[in-house]
């Protein structure tokens, strides 16, 4: 079983549409949990950063961390066709490198 | 823009020759790493670097590849005889002081022919 699970997609949704996106994991020393967003031949950037269970909003953006049932999820609401993109969790447990998923390839058509 | 560069964006080259990439992070930026990354799979750790020292290395990060961070400021990824094995985008990212996120630069893609 690897460390990370997500689904690779793709996931083709309609412009306006909310989008969830879901990373698993096996290792509960994790306690930090990162949403990237990479577009085709460029490096990853960094949508969303949280710390342990709960939720976080940045825009339309929101990230939760189920830490119980080792379970991250990225909602976007009101999609664009600007949000495609892949979407990859990244995990680590402090000071050492990020774990990351394979990540999700998403396209939002108009 | 996160302001992490790297050199050169993108690289092709023949089987068995040398490459070096380069990457300089966010100035005030002690901690650095570098990942690999191939088609349809996220990037994968090589090694990392606080300040000058290389604290880490992957079981990924065969004896061909080197990398150093002289002064703690820029850092450098050589990969001596490449395989078309090694076809893949090295990214390198950059974490402020008292913090874990990662700051990715856009990466150099290397093409072994």
């Known amino acids: 079983q690897k460390e990370v699970e997500q689904d690779p997609g793709p996931l083709s949704v309609p412009e306006g549409a909310i989008v969830s996106l879901n990373c698993t994991y096996s290792?509960?020393?994790?306690?930090?949990f990162m949403w990237y967003r990479q577009y085709s031949r460029k490096g990853p950037e960094l949508l969303m950063y949280?710390?342990?269970?709960g939720n976080k909003e940045d825009g339309r953006f929101t990230a939760q961390v189920d830490k119980s049932s080792k379970y991250i999820s990225l909602f976007i609401r009101d999609s664009q066709p600007s949000d495609s993109a892949t979407y990859l969790c990244?995990?680590?447990?402090?000071?050492?490198?990020?774990?990351f998923g394979k990540g999700t390839r998403l396209s939002v058509i108009a | 823009d996160t302001g992490v560069s790297q050199d050169p964006r993108h690289k092709i080259t023949k089987r068995g020759q040398n490459v070096t990439f380069r990457c300089d992070p966010i100035?005030?930026?002690?901690?650095l790493y570098w990942y690999r990354q191939t088609l349809g799979q996220g990037p994968e750790f090589l090694t990392y670097?606080?300040?000058?020292?290389?604290?880490?290395k992957s079981r990924l990060l065969s004896d061909r590849f080197s990398a150093e961070r002289p002064k703690g400021s820029f850092s450098t990824l050589e990969i001596q005889r490449t395989e078309q094995g090694d076809s893949a985008m090295y990214l390198c990212?950059?974490?402020?002081?008292?913090?874990?996120?990662?700051?990715f630069g856009p990466g150099t893609r290397l093409t072994v022919t």
């Open positions: 100035s005030e930026h002690n901690r």
């Open positions: 990244a995990l680590t447990s402090g000071n050492t490198p990020l774990v």
């Open positions: 949280t710390y342990s269970s």
């Open positions: 670097f606080q300040n000058e020292a290389q604290l880490e």
């Open positions: 290792n509960s020393a994790f306690q930090y």
């Open positions: 990212a950059s974490i402020p002081s008292g913090s874990y996120e990662q700051y």
